[in-house]
C-alpha cells in the first residue's frame, strides 16, 4: 500500500537492525472458560490429520525412506521448521509418504489441503518427466509434475466428503526418471471435518469480531514499549476452533534471537512454537470453541523499535509504530493464513476488529494514533494517550516531539498533520489542505468516512513512500501519495481484502480512486501495456511479486488503475461510479475478493465481460 513504487532498499533502510527484546518468557496458560453453551452438531468438527505439519516426529506417517520427513537446507517449510521432501534426487527414485485417517461417519463436508512446492533442474516445457500423485484410499486426487514448478508454496483444496464413515490413507508417491531433479515438497497437510454448510460470506471467516485491549508503556525516547493485551474473539465457523494464531508482524525487522516484538506469560491458552520467521504464534485453546462461541486470551507484550525511518522504526526523536501490536491470524476457506512478511508490499489480512489502547508516555513526546484520541495526565511528567478505534482492521501510533497543526474538512472530518523536524510550515499546511479535500473526495465516491478523526505523520525519510492504517497515515510531502493513502481507508481500510493473496483489490482500487480525486481520467494508460510473461497478471500475489519485485509497482499499480479505467469506459461513467459505491456498500467492513468484484461488475451491464478479464489478465 505505499503511493510510491518500491525500489531497491536505501543504505537507511538496510541498516533496521532490532534492539535488544525484552524478555518476556512463553508461558503455558491457565485454561479459559469459553462463553455460550455448545451447540448441536450432526458431527463433532475435526481435523483428522496428525502432525500435519511435521513439527512432532515422524509419527504416524508412514515413509519410504527416514529422510522425507526433514528439515534438512535445501528447502524450507510453508510453517515450522519440518517438511516432507520427496525426491529431489536426480536418478530413477521413489518416494512415498501416507498416513491413515477416519473421516467421521455424519460429517457432511471433509475437506483435504495440504501446501505443496515444487521445483526442477528440468528445462522442458511439455514433458512430465518427474511426478507427484496425492491418493485418498484408491482415488487419485491429482498429479503434479515439473511442469508445475513454482516459486512458493501454494494451497491445494479437495472435496473428500464422499468418504465419511470410512478409514482410508492419504498418501503421496513422487517419482522421478534418470535424470535431472524435482523436488516435492509437502506441508501443513488437514483434513477438515464438519458437519454442516459453511455459513455465507464472512461468517466462514474466523476468529470474527475479535476486541483489543492494549496498555503499554514507553521509555523515555519512545522506542521500548512493555505493558499487556487481551483478545477477546468469536468463532464464526461451523468448523470448531481448537487454536488461534497471533502475528507478530513486526518481528520480521530484527531475528528470531533478538525479536522486536516479544509475547510471554499467555493466558486464555497454550502458547505454542513460534513460526514463520518467528512472526506467528500459536496458541491453542483450552476447550474448542463450536461456532458462535467466544473466548479470550491475554499476554504481556514487549515492543523494541529498530532504528530506520519505517513502518516499524524510529527516525532520530520520532518513531513509528505500525504493525506492532499482534493481531489474530484469519481462518477461511483457505484454511490458516499464514503468510510470511512482505517488505515489497503488505501481507496484512485482519478482520474490523475494536481495539482500545491507552499509551503510557513522557509528555515531551506527541503520540498520534488510530482513532479517537483522549489524553490525561499521567505521574509526573508523563501523559496518558487513550485511542478508541471501532471496525478497523490494525491500529499504528507514532511518539516524538512532532509540529502539529490541525482543521476540519468541509465534510466534518476533523484532521491532524504531525511533522517531523525540517517540515517547513507551508509544507504542513499544503498536506492538511490536500487531506481536506481528499477526505471529501473519497467519501464522496464511496461512502462516508466512519473512522472520526485522521492523522497524517510526514517525513520525506520515508524510503517507502507512504502507508496506511485505519485513520493513520505515513507519508511523505506529497499530494499525490497523500491522497493514495488517505484512499487506502476505503480500498483496504473499511473494504478489507487478502492483501497477501490479492494485492490488486487494494492498491490497484486506490491508485484507481486517486486518479478520480486528482480529476485523472487514465486516458489511453492502457496502450502502453506491455507484459513480461504469460505467468504475468494483475491478480497474482505477492508470492509472485517478491519473485519478481521490479514489476510489482507497474503491474499492481499501474495496469491495475488502468484496467479499472478501462471497465469505467466500458460501463460509462455512471455505471462505474454506481458500481463502486454500491460495491463499497455491499462489503462495508467485509471482505473483497476478486471473483465477487467481477460478478458485481457483470451484473452492471449487459456486455459480456468474460473477453475484458481475459485482456485485463484478471483472474479469479
Not at 134 to 144: D, E, S
Not at 260 to 276: E, Q
Not at 313 to 337: K, T
Amino acid at each position: 500500500m505505499r503511493s510510491t513504487p518500491h525500489k531497491a532498499l536505501a543504505a537507511t533502510a538496510c541498516a533496521v537492525a532490532a534492539l535488544a527484546a525484552v524478555s518476556l518468557p512463553l508461558t503455558p496458560a491457565a485454561a479459559a472458560t469459553p462463553s455460550a453453551a455448545p451447540r448441536a452438531a450432526a458431527c463433532t468438527p475435526a481435523q483428522v490429520v496428525t502432525n500435519g505439519g511435521f513439527e512432532s516426529g515422524t509419527s504416524p506417517w508412514s515413509q519410504s525412506q527416514t529422510s522425507v520427513i526433514t528439515n534438512r537446507a535445501g528447502q524450507a517449510a510453508h510453517g515450522g521448521t519440518y517438511f516432507a521432501w520427496l525426491n529431489g534426487v536426480g536418478s530413477t527414485h521413489t518416494d512415498s509418504l501416507s498416513q491413515s485417517v477416519t473421516i467421521p461417519s455424519g460429517c457432511s463436508t471433509a475437506t483435504l489441503t495440504f501446501w505443496l512446492h515444487i521445483d526442477t533442474t528440468e528445462t522442458t516445457t511439455s514433458t512430465k518427466y518427474d511426478k507427484l500423485t496425492a491418493k485418498i484410499g484408491a482415488t487419485t486426487l491429482a498429479t503434479y509434475s515439473n511442469l508445475d514448478k513454482n516459486t512458493g508454496y501454494v494451497q491445494k483444496s479437495f472435496d473428500v466428503s464422499s468418504f465419511a464413515g470410512q478409514t482410508v490413507n492419504v498418501a503421496f508417491t513422487g517419482t522421478e526418471d534418470s535424470s535431472l531433479k524435482t523436488s516435492f515438497v509437502v506441508d501443513d497437510v488437514a483434513l477438515d471435518t464438519s458437519g454442516g454448510t459453511v455459513p455465507p460470506g464472512d461468517s466462514t471467516r474466523t476468529p470474527a469480531s475479535p476486541a483489543y485491549t492494549v496498555s503499554l508503556s514507553s521509555n523515555a525516547a519512545g522506542t521500548v514499549w512493555t505493558g499487556h493485551e487481551s483478545a477477546t474473539f468469536t468463532n464464526a465457523s461451523a468448523t470448531a476452533l481448537g487454536e488461534v494464531y497471533l502475528r507478530l508482524w513486526d518481528n520480521y525487522h530484527g531475528t528470531c534471537s533478538a525479536m522486536p516484538i516479544t509475547v510471554g506469560n499467555v493466558t486464555g491458552g497454550t502458547a505454542g512454537a513460534l513460526s514463520v520467521g518467528c512472526t506467528a504464534l500459536k496458541i491453542d485453546l483450552p476447550v474448542p470453541l463450536l461456532q458462535g462461541q467466544s473466548a479470550t486470551i491475554g499476554f504481556d507484550l514487549g515492543i523494541n523499535v529498530p532504528s530506520g525511518a519505517d513502518r516499524f522504526g524510529y527516525d532520530g526523536a520520532f518513531s513509528f509504530i505500525g504493525n506492532a501490536l499482534p493481531v489474530l491470524a484469519v481462518r477461511d476457506a483457505a484454511g490458516w493464513h499464514l503468510d510470511p512478511y512482505t517488505n515489497n508490499g503488505e501481507s496484512f489480512y485482519s478482520l474490523a476488529s475494536d481495539f482500545k489502547v491507552t499509551l503510557d508516555h513522557p509528555s515531551t513526546l506527541l503520540v498520534p494514533a488510530t482513532g479517537a484520541s483522549v489524553d490525561t495526565p499521567g505521574s509526573s511528567g508523563r501523559t496518558i494517550t487513550t485511542a478508541t478505534a471501532a471496525k478497523v482492521r490494525d491500529f499504528a501510533w507514532a511518539a516524538g516531539p512532532f509540529g502539529k497543526i490541525s482543521g476540519t474538512s468541509t465534510g466534518g472530518t476533523p484532521i491532524n498533520i504531525y511533522s517531523v523536524s525540517g517540515i517547513s510550515s507551508s509544507d504542513s499546511q499544503s498536506m492538511l489542505t490536500t487531506a481536506k479535500t481528499a477526505v471529501d473526495a473519497h467519501a464522496a465516491r464511496f461512502g462516508a468516512y466512519p473512522y472520526g478523526e485522521l492523522d497524517a505523520v510526514i517525513d520525506n525519510n520515508f524510503w517507502f513512500g507512504g502507508m496506511e492504517y485505519p485513520g493513520f497515515v505515513l507519508d511523505l510531502v506529497s499530494t499525490t501519495a497523500l491522497t493514495h493513502e488517505i484512499g487506502h481507508q476505503w480500498w483496504y481500510g473499511i473494504v478489507g481484502d487478502d492483501e497477501y493473496t490479492n494485492p490488486w483489490l487494494d492498491e490497484a482500487f486506490t491508485d484507481y480512486a486517486t486518479d478520480l480525486a486528482l480529476n485523472k481520467t487514465g486516458t489511453n494508460c492502457w496502450s502502453s501495456v506491455s507484459w513480461a510473461s504469460t505467468a504475468e497478471k494483475i491478480t497474482n500475489s505477492m508470492a509472485y511479486w517478491d519473485a519478481h519485485s521490479s514489476r510489482y509497482s507497474t503491474v499492481i499499480y499501474s495496469y491495475g488503475k488502468c484496467a479499472l479505467h478501462d471497465l469505467r469506459r466500458v460501463l460509462g461513467d455512471t455505471a462505474m461510479t454506481k458500481l463502486l459505491k454500491d460495491y463499497a456498500t455491499s462489503h462495508w467492513y467485509g471482505i473483497s475478493t476478486t471473483s465477487e468484484f467481477k460478478a458485481a461488475a457483470q451484473a452492471a451491464t449487459t456486455t459480456d465481460l468474460t473477453s475484458f478479464w481475459t485482456q485485463h489478465r484478471i483472474e479469479g
